[in-house]
């Protein structure tokens, strides 16, 4: 297996649902609950910065209409990220994956990357963040954990920058899963939990994969997962599951 250096408990979109999903105000909670590493999903503004965001359009969790990717960070930069939430956060922005490189290497914690590109952009989105993410933490120990549904998003990263860790985001083990995972050179497979059982982490575990699983918000599905002796458990709990535990 590749070296593994990251801790098994990841906050998912920086503290699961107790803050506005992929802020800094998201990491700083997970953070003040013991969290060392961050799950995160970044795409690309139409003018080429990798910023935070999960869905395609910004009408969810921000203040503005339409889709995210097809707005310049100038104007990305500007919009509230936290008044959908509650109104605590009211006035919390939009976090660029530099803004977050650089809160995470000061406090010394992890992160994992998901590449969630805006529909059609998946090769663009897959480079360029690679590129950010080699750039943004050139000289640290332990770098991001790259990962994404789009095996396209990831051959991209791979190609440009090859000794970022990798791993293939799986909902289904559909045919050919496991040659893929191979072929993007893969470190982790990073699955919805239900699909891990004991015969699929052997076939994972044996195949060179670290196992992860997401999302985890159950105390009988963590359990489950420790029990299988999977390496990452992703959860939106950071209020239940203590990651001193691990």
Not at 115 to 125: A, D, W
Not at 176 to 193: K, M, R, S
Request: proline letters at 6%; glycine letters at 8%; hydrophobic letters at 40%.
């Amino acid at each position: 297996m590749k070296p593994w250096p990251y801790p098994r408990w990841i906050a998912h979109r920086g503290a699961g649902k107790l803050a506005p999903e992929n802020t800094l105000a998201a990491f700083r909670l997970g953070a003040a609950h013991g969290y060392r590493m961050f799950e995160c999903d970044v795409k690309l503004s139409a003018d080429g910065v990798p910023f935070l965001m999960h869905d395609a359009t910004l009408n969810r969790t921000t203040s503005g209409h339409g889709t995210g990717g097809e707005q310049p960070w100038r104007m990305l930069s500007q919009l509230d990220a936290g008044r959908w939430h509650s109104r605590n956060y009211a006035g919390e922005p939009l976090a660029s994956l530099e803004n977050v490189a650089r809160y995470c290497q000061h406090n010394g914690y992890f992160l994992n990357i998901e590449i969630k590109p805006t529909p059609g952009l998946e090769t663009q989105t897959g480079t360029v963040v690679a590129d950010a993410a080699a750039r943004l933490w050139q000289g640290h120990t332990v770098p991001p954990l790259l990962t994404s549904f789009q095996p396209e998003a990831l051959e991209a990263a791979r190609a440009a920058q090859p000794q970022l860790p990798r791993g293939l985001l799986l909902d289904s083990f559909w045919k050919g899963w496991l040659e893929t995972a191979l072929t993007l050179d893969c470190a982790a497979l990073v699955c919805n939990h239900a699909l891990w059982d004991s015969a699929t982490v052997l076939q994972a575990k044996s195949a060179g994969f670290r196992t992860l699983s997401y999302t985890v918000n159950d105390d009988w599905a963590a359990r489950r997962l420790l029990d299988l002796g999977t390496d990452g458990i992703i959860t939106d709990r950071i209020d239940l599951f203590s990651p001193a535990t691990e």
